[in-house]
Nanobody, 128 residues
Framework: QVQLVESGGGSVQAGGSLTLSCAVS????????IGWYRQAQGKQRELVAL???????DYGDPVKDRFTISRDNAPSTVHLQMNNLEPEDTALYYC??????????????????????WGQGAQVTVSS
């Protein structure tokens, strides 16, 4: 069974820094994408940062040049370094993991199956 354990949330003043971590247990193979989404009060959930199995990264526009995502492969842990935090960064941050498996189909065809898992969320509060 896959379990995502988040840590590192808290409160900080504007301009400060925080580091979030998410440890994946139960299944470490076939991780395709791992990272963070966030949802502020009354707003839609949005992308923060993702990193793929080959190391490619994708950042949401509001956090570009301020946040940095990294991954440890053994054990499977993702880190989010958040610098120059702003009050607009206040939100519930969710760890996200996507698994992809490939199986043989008919003839020479192959099928891909994706499975997503979410953490419980870590609160980040930035005061002005």
């Amino acid at each position: 069974q896959v379990q995502l354990v988040e840590s590192g949330g808290g409160s900080v003043q504007a301009g400060g820094s925080l580091t979030l971590s998410c440890a994946v247990s139960g299944r470490s193979a076939s991780i395709n994408r791992i990272g963070w989404y966030r949802q502020a009060q009354g707003k839609q959930r949005e992308l923060v940062a993702l990193i793929t199995r080959d190391g490619a990264t994708d950042y949401g526009d509001p956090v570009k040049d301020r946040f940095t995502i990294s991954r440890d492969n053994a054990p499977s842990t993702v880190h989010l370094q958040m610098n120059n935090l702003e009050p607009e960064d206040t939100a519930l941050y969710y760890c996200y993991v996507n698994y992809r498996t490939t199986t043989k189909g008919w003839g020479k065809s192959y099928n891909q199956h994706d499975t997503d898992y979410w953490g419980q969320g870590a609160q980040v509060t930035v005061s002005s």
